[in-house]
């Protein structure tokens, strides 16, 4: 028998403003860092921005652009390869 530890979800994915009907603005087919523009600016406004975008460099370590997927915390898979790189070297 395979046991499943069920991870709590944290309590701020209740106070997100994205929502699942989301999906294709979060998850872009994007060419271009404007592709992901609309979902910027849905999380212009979240309140949880922070800890979505801590979560996320967790989640992503030090993946690289092409294995970060959409928009998390208001900022692209190149934006927050970035930040990584930037929080490591300093
Ligand atoms: S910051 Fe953006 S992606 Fe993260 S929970 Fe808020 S709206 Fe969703």
């Known amino acids: 028998m395979i046991r499943v530890k069920c991870v709590p979800?944290?309590?701020?994915?209740?106070?997100t403003v994205c929502r699942p009907e989301?999906?294709?603005?979060?998850f872009?087919?994007?060419?271009?860092?404007?592709?992901?523009d609309e979902a910027k600016q849905i999380c212009?406004?979240?309140p949880?921005?922070?800890?979505?975008l801590d979560e996320a460099l967790l989640w992503e370590g030090k993946a690289i652009?092409?294995?970060r997927f959409g928009v998390r915390g208001g900022l692209n898979p190149t934006e927050r390869y970035k930040l990584a790189k930037a929080r490591v070297s300093s």
């Not at 979800?9 to 106070?15: D, K, M, S, V």
């Not at 872009?28 to 992901?36: G, L, R, S, Y």
């Not at 949880?48 to 979505?52: D, I, P, R, S």
């Open 44 to 46: 212009a406004e979240c």
């Open 9 to 15: 979800r944290p309590a701020w994915l209740h106070r």
């Open 22 to 26: 989301h999906a294709n603005i979060f």
């Open 48 to 52: 949880v921005a922070k800890e979505c």
């Open 28 to 36: 872009p087919d994007a060419t271009t860092p404007k592709d992901f």
């Open 65 to 67: 652009p092409k294995f």
